[in-house]
T-cell receptor, first 113, second 115 residues
Framework: SAVISQKPSRDICQRGTSLTIQCQVD?????MFWYRQQPGQSLTLIAT?????????ESGFVIDKFPISRPNLTFSTLTVSNMSPEDSSIYLC??????????FGSGTRLTVV | DAKTTQPNSMESNEEEPVHLPCNHS???????IHWYRQLPSQGPEYVIH???SNVNNRMASLAIAEDRKSSTLILHRATLRDAAVYYC????????????????FGQGTELSVKP
C-alpha cells in the first residue's frame, strides 16, 4: 500500500495566522481526502481533492478557511487560515488504495494559542 | 452514505477472541463494508473490507450477515496492541475496484484489552 508523508507533525501557532499542511504520497493517486479530528472526537471529512480540479468541500467547511491545492497526483496541501483556538485539532490526509482500503497519514497536531 | 451503529465500548481479555458488531440496516446493494482502527496518537489504519462474502486477512476476519444488515469484525486472539477505536464504515463504490467513494466516520467502538 502507499506510504504518506505528512508535514509538519505538529505545530503551535498564534491566532490569526495560517498554517499549510503538506501531504506527499509515494505513488500516484486520483483522489486525496483531508480530515479533521478534534480532541476526543472521531474524524470529520473536510474535503476531497482531485488533481486538476477544485476541491469538493463537505458541509460546514469553506474554501476561504481551508484552501486546498492539488498540483499533481502525488501531492496536496491544506491551509488552515486565520486560525482561532477552535481550530486546534489533528489534521489528516488520506488516499484510496483499491483492495488495500484507504491509507492515512500520521496527522498534523495543531495547537492555536 | 448509509449509517452504521456500533457499541461505544467493549472489553476483551488478552489472547481471547473479540467480536465487534456493526449494524447497517439501510445498506444498499453497492455499499462496501469497511473496517478501520485507530490506535492512540496514530492515524486510522485499514483492517478489512467486504461486500457480501466473509473475508479473512492477516489482521482479522469479517463476517457479513446474509441480508447484509449487520457485520462482525473478528479478532481471533486479542493482544494489548489491539486496543484501539474500531470504525465500521459503509462506502458507496461505483465499480469493483473501490474507486470514488469517501469514508465518513462514525464514533466507533473503543476496544480495551486486559492482560
Amino acid at each position: 500500500s502507499a506510504v504518506i508523508s505528512q508535514k509538519p507533525s505538529r505545530d503551535i501557532c498564534q491566532r490569526g495566522t495560517s498554517l499549510t499542511i503538506q501531504c506527499q504520497v509515494d505513488s500516484q493517486v486520483t483522489m486525496m481526502f483531508w480530515y479533521r479530528q478534534q480532541p476526543g472526537q472521531s474524524l470529520t471529512l473536510i474535503a476531497t481533492a482531485n488533481q486538476g480540479s477544485e476541491a469538493t468541500y463537505e458541509s460546514g467547511f469553506v474554501i476561504d478557511k481551508f484552501p486546498i491545492s492539488r498540483p499533481n497526483l502525488t501531492f496536496s496541501t491544506l491551509t488552515v487560515s486565520n486560525m482561532s483556538p477552535e481550530d486546534s485539532s489533528i489534521y489528516l490526509c488520506s488516499v484510496e488504495q483499491g483492495n488495500y482500503g484507504y491509507t492515512f497519514g500520521s496527522g498534523t497536531r495543531l495547537t492555536v494559542v | 452514505d448509509a449509517k452504521t451503529t456500533q457499541p461505544n465500548s467493549m472489553e476483551s481479555n488478552e489472547e481471547e477472541p473479540v467480536h465487534l458488531p456493526c449494524n447497517h440496516s439501510t445498506i444498499s446493494g453497492t455499499d462496501y463494508i469497511h473496517w478501520y482502527r485507530q490506535l492512540p496518537s496514530q492515524g486510522p489504519e485499514y483492517v478489512i473490507h467486504g461486500l457480501t462474502s466473509n473475508v479473512n486477512n492477516r489482521m482479522a476476519s469479517l463476517a457479513i450477515a446474509e441480508d447484509r444488515k449487520s457485520s462482525t469484525l473478528i479478532l481471533h486472539r486479542a493482544t494489548l496492541r489491539d486496543a484501539a477505536v474500531y470504525y465500521c464504515i459503509l462506502i458507496f463504490n461505483l465499480n469493483p475496484y473501490n474507486q470514488g467513494g469517501k469514508l465518513i466516520f462514525g464514533q466507533g467502538t473503543e476496544l480495551s484489552v486486559k492482560p
